[in-house]
């Protein structure tokens, strides 16, 4: 069967990310931040625990394996690799854009083997901002919904990424609308993502307002997917290429909704170590994800290295809370980090 446009363009972005340079110069904005070292600390080690709620399930650590790939012969053996990570370490996964899903049932399996091998942790479906805009009911939503036994439903945001992909659709009119319409007819929470630009104060308070329940804010510093699409396009603007909000400041804008709307707030985007997620917890991050360096570890060193991978990031977790005298992870906020440049 001839491949669909859909399921060249998953090729075409595997074999870019794992093969070419697509990360942004512009940093999360983590290393401004240091911890504040406490020299009377009381925490014992062994009584820390890491054990997170996410939605109906709890996770043994704050953290997801995040939304790659699906609908290629290529993410079958992904998608099984990182859902058997996944039900090894009792964390949270994400399926990639379930477009193709929609167009036929040829790759089906690249989804539901995800359940198959991952049968207790959260699962998270996906589709574009595009695709709910346009749609006038929401039953193939349910479908891909049922396809995978989802937890969670992510509605990605990647207008910057469509701007430059040589098939984009740029058309977004209605999605709010239609969020708010899908909100009251599924059951499944909904989670708003972006794919590398961020999400700041204002635009989340649209989509919570439209009734998701969580916000992966996805910011810039980590896969850059506007440099994505100029690759495979062979056209870099160079004007647009570091467009984006860093992730940390992303957390903090976010955060700030706390109080009036209950969600979970995930932080993502260029984290790729246990000081990036601690710092990402202290300044209000409910959940960590990344997805690019999970990806790299998987096809250098296997289930294995990503297992081991995951661990070493939490191990070093437990130790900056030791050091921060933080027993609980509630207790990893604010107060535990200053400027960097106030030390000086």
Partial sequence: MQKTFTQNRKKDHIEICLNEDVSFTKTTGFEKYSFIHNAVTEVLMKKISLNTKFYNKTISYPFLISCMTGGTTEAENINRDLAIAAETLNIAVGVGSQRQALENNTYHNSYKLIRKNAPTVPILGNIGAAEISKM???????????????????????PAQELFQKEGNI?????????????????????????????????????????????????????????????????????????????????????????????????????????????????????????SPILKMLIARGIEGVIETINNWFGDVKKIMYLTSSQYLSELDKTKLIKTEDLF
């Avoid at 891909?144 to 969670?152: M, R, S, V």
């Avoid at 709010?176 to 794919?195: C, F, G, H, Y």
């Avoid at 647009?240 to 209950?262: A, M, N, Q, R």
Wanted: glycine letters at 10%.
């Fill in 171 to 291: 058309n977004f009119s209605g999605l709010l609308k239609n969020i708010e319409k899908l909100s009251k007819t599924i059951q499944t929470p909904i989670i708003a993502k972006e794919v590398g630009n961020g999400i700041e104060y204002q635009a989340s308070l649209k989509l919570l307002n439209a009734g998701v329940k969580g916000i992966d804010v996805a910011g810039a510093g980590g896969t850059n997917w506007q440099a994505v699409e100029m690759k495979r396009n062979n056209n870099i603007n160079y004007d647009f290429i570091e467009w984006g909000l860093p992730t940390s400041y992303c957390i903090k804008e976010v955060k700030k909704h706390k109080p009036e709307f209950d969600f979970i707030l995930i932080a993502s985007g260029g984290i790729s170590s246990g000081t990036e997620i601690a710092k990402a917890l202290c300044l209000g991050a409910d959940i960590t994800a990344s997805a």
């Fill in 136 to 158: 006038k009911n929401f039953d193939r939503i349910q479908e891909l919904i049922d396809l995978i036994e989802a937890d969670a439903f992510v509605i990605h945001l990647n």
